[in-house]
């Protein structure tokens, strides 16, 4: 993808990355520490989370088209090269966050069985170690860094990239 009517794809890409790769860190981080808002948000986030994995190298694809197209510049060539670490912060993210929703599945598994439903499996070995403490918290200190991560990559990355495109474009 390289315009969206006129406009370069990556100027309009970047937008979603910037709001929804931190929303999806902060709500990796709700979902791993608070038992209530797991229930309700890891789902969705595990679905938001690999959607973001996706549509980083579609945008960094398209800004490696607009570089190609714009001048050559210290500050450009420095957004590029952060611009490309964005995939290895979302990654961990997104993994997380799909964890975090598999244990909250086989914990719901597992209340099912232990209460005798019909509709569920019959208890057997469960991935991810749904009722361990220690791998909840191991999955809590997980999130909280790979998300204050990705929102510092994203600042970083958002900032290098105001710098090349407005400074110096804009007169006192």
Not at 32 to 47: E, M, V
Not at 48 to 61: F, K, Q, R
């Amino acid at each position: 993808m390289t315009t969206v009517n006129g406009l370069p794809a990556h100027v309009l890409l970047v937008h979603a990355i910037v709001v929804l790769l931190p929303l999806a860190a902060l709500l990796l981080v709700l979902s791993a520490l608070w038992p209530a808002a797991r229930g309700k948000l890891a789902g969705p986030n595990a679905i938001l989370s690999v959607l973001v994995v996706i549509l980083v190298p579609i945008t960094t694809d398209a800004g490696e088209w607009l570089e190609r197209r714009v001048a050559s510049t210290p500050l450009v060539r420095t957004h590029t090269e952060l611009g490309d670490t964005a995939l290895y912060v979302a990654i961990p993210v997104a993994v997380l966050a799909v964890v975090v929703w598999w244990r909250r599945r086989e914990h719901l598994k597992t209340q099912a069985a232990d209460t005798g439903s019909t509709a569920v499996a019959p208890r057997g070995r469960t991935f991810l170690a749904p009722a361990s403490t220690t791998v909840t918290v191991v999955i809590a200190i997980l999130a909280v860094v790979a998300a204050g991560a990705a929102i510092y990559d994203i600042y970083r990355i958002g900032d290098s990239g105001a710098q090349a495109s407005w400074q110096g474009a804009v007169s006192r």
